[in-house]
DNA sequence: TATGAATGAGACTTCATTCAT
DNA sequence: GATGAATGAAGTCTCATTCAT
């Protein structure tokens, strides 16, 4: 614990990088409300290190370029949204019939997606201006569900999980994702309009296959 | 039924109309593949112009501003992309059982996909630049979606057909649309999976209503 | 007075000169009006072709550019001014006493302000865009002004009536001018503090020369 | 109380602030000999930047746009001719007959008419330009000479006063202004002539009222 | 390490004027 | 003569990024 224990015996000084951490989060935090509101390519870095109340030149030294920015923002959303998804490979969770285990599923996505309105904003940028990192995003979730998908069906082979994974991820996900910016009437029906999607979709690989779960 | 016979026997002059209407799908033509390129944010005005061999005098006489042409380029494929829709609201398409109604429909929207590889970046750049262009656009197309759905299955309601369309265009739209950039292998099951996806969908839409197809 | 009593019998055609006429007319209106909205600058020809609904093209068949509608329209005001000041160059007028001469100077000036607020709008721009042009309408105005004088006080000098048609132009031309920006109360005094100051100033000059009026 | 003895014995660093105050200086200098050559209208800010040597970022560092280089100019010749006025406050000058008086505030002010043409130059851009900053500029010369009058002539009403610093400041300020860009000869009896206008105007004020200076 | 003034290429857009029809 | 689409030079201003302090 150095940084002397006599000098500067006034003002304590927070450890240099817990204040670098809080200044990040301050400048994710700020990017991410402005690019909600008029999109990416109208923020300015000069604007979000400002409302961060954090010197532009800082900023530069957490990121290499506005870019980096929205890909961090992006970065933090995957993880969370895996984390989520995370939550139903549990035992618990994958002993429920499958129309009861997709209803969990897909209640718990729109869920996400109302807590963090932002990934919206982001990965609609992301998709854009860098679809390697969208891609490598969704390769994680599609993964993630992969690993998931043979405890629901054993028989499944990896070509045909992949499969599955990539058209429950892209499908149920851009639903519930568009149906956050509909009318309440509206938004409550598409949630169950996917949970059938979904429910049929995966009943349907389950009755072409030998054993079920 | 010549355009005169006898007046101005020398040069033949292009109505004005047809002059400017070419160089307006110039400026598309030549927008359309830079958005592909690198995107919207990055071309320029100058450089579109300078491309489709138009004064840039000329392109602010047709578009407003740059966002006109992207809006133009929307418009464009939303109507293709109606028309190639009602290509599917015939007798002889009608009356085929349902899972070939869809792989026709599946197989034909891909199909169009391929042949307007700049649907992609349009409607990319536009999801996040003009939600509402692109909302307005997604309208239409659920609307003739709609207008289709009863004629598969006659006694849909109004707000179930409303909202049967919506997944349906959502869902399968994006799917395909994503197929598009995936390697060939991957692509072609892909449709078959969102054949699968959208047949099992509606399938037990039917199978929950008193009278089918 | 047709114009041809055979030829076109239907429609009549206004005669072309007095067609010509009216557009110029209209053409000079509409860009007074624009040029006291937002100034010279903000004003551009297709805009005032437009609102005088008169092709572009025509418009510069009457003006060759946009600097010689300003400068007719100088040249309107002039003249009209230059004629309101003549209406004071009468026997009866002449013979009033000095102060009621002046008065009655004054409040026709201001009057004319009054009559035609594009006076000010116009001027201004002419006094910062051309000055010659500003400068001869002043001379115009100061030999006029000129011309007056001597009846009002006969053993005045070339060289000295030049000098006082020119202070009295300025001065009391400026002032009123300004006036007419004023709330109504202050405009009020402000005619006449006018008098006072063109009075005494003439009335001084009155009684350093030998005979007076 | 040099800067520093000791520390950075090397090269002396200007303080930041005097940089740009040097900066804005020269852009303001440059600005205003190109109004004055061709009017506010036909000098542009690449240019001014150039001339002044300053890159065109940090001249809209110091200037949100054009418009405010021309206010900047103005703000900083009604401080000076404010200045001047203040010059004929003090007690030696309010001592002198009036007469003598307004032929030192005459002659002053033509002095300083004759020190900075620029004023002209910049007040005709900005009396049409921005009739608002205009104002306000005369706003302040007014109340100013208004502070003035009191000494020369105690019984004097607020109003009155306002009144009658508006004419002197408008009436002679023109007049002395225009009487710069005229022939020498004329000039010299135009400053003669302001002053026996403001003379006059003054004196009969005074006979008007009860005591005298 | 921290700061923020400095940089300048280049983006979008305007508009007076022309001239082919 | 009448028309108005066409032209393109040129203007204002932005902003990601750097680097001297």
């Known amino acids: 614990m150095e940084k002397s224990s006599k000098a500067t015996p006034g003002r304590w000084r927070k450890p240099?990088?817990?204040?670098?951490l809080e200044r990040v989060e301050r400048i994710l935090d700020v990017a991410e409300a402005m690019f909600m509101e008029n999109g990416y390519?109208?923020?300015?870095?000069?604007e979000i290190a400002?409302?961060?109340?954090?010197?532009?030149?800082?900023?530069?030294?957490?990121?290499p370029d506005?870019?980096?920015?929205?890909?961090?923002?992006?970065?933090?959303?995957?993880?969370?949204?895996?984390?989520?998804?995370?939550?139903?490979?549990?035992?618990e969770m994958l002993q429920l019939p499958l129309s009861d285990y997709l209803k969990q599923l897909t209640e718990g996505i729109e869920q996400f997606f109302v807590e963090y309105p932002g990934y919206r904003a982001v990965f609609m940028e992301i998709?854009?201006?860098?679809?390697?990192?969208?891609?490598?995003?969704?390769?994680k979730l599609i993964e993630t569900m992969a690993s998931i998908l043979p405890k629901l069906?054993?028989?499944l082979s990896l070509e045909d999980r992949k499969v599955i994974s990539?058209?429950?991820?892209?499908?149920?996900?851009?639903?519930?994702?568009i149906s956050l910016g509909q009318e309440p009437d509206l938004r409550q029906r598409l949630v169950i309009e996917t949970h059938r999607l979904a429910f049929n979709y995966l009943n349907a690989w389950r009755q072409s296959l030998p054993s079920t779960k």
């Open 127 to 139: 998709t854009t201006t860098m679809p390697e990192v969208d891609e490598a995003n969704d390769a």
């Open 166 to 177: 990539f058209v429950l991820v892209k499908a149920v996900g851009n639903l519930l994702w």
């Open 16 to 20: 240099k990088q817990a204040r670098s």
């Open 153 to 155: 069906h054993a028989s």
């Open 66 to 91: 506005k870019a980096a920015i929205l890909e961090a923002l992006a970065a933090r959303y995957t993880d969370l949204l895996n984390q989520r998804l995370q939550t139903f490979d549990t035992p």
């Open 50 to 63: 400002a409302q961060a109340e954090v010197p532009i030149g800082s900023l530069y030294q957490f990121f």
């Open 41 to 46: 390519a109208a923020a300015t870095t000069k």
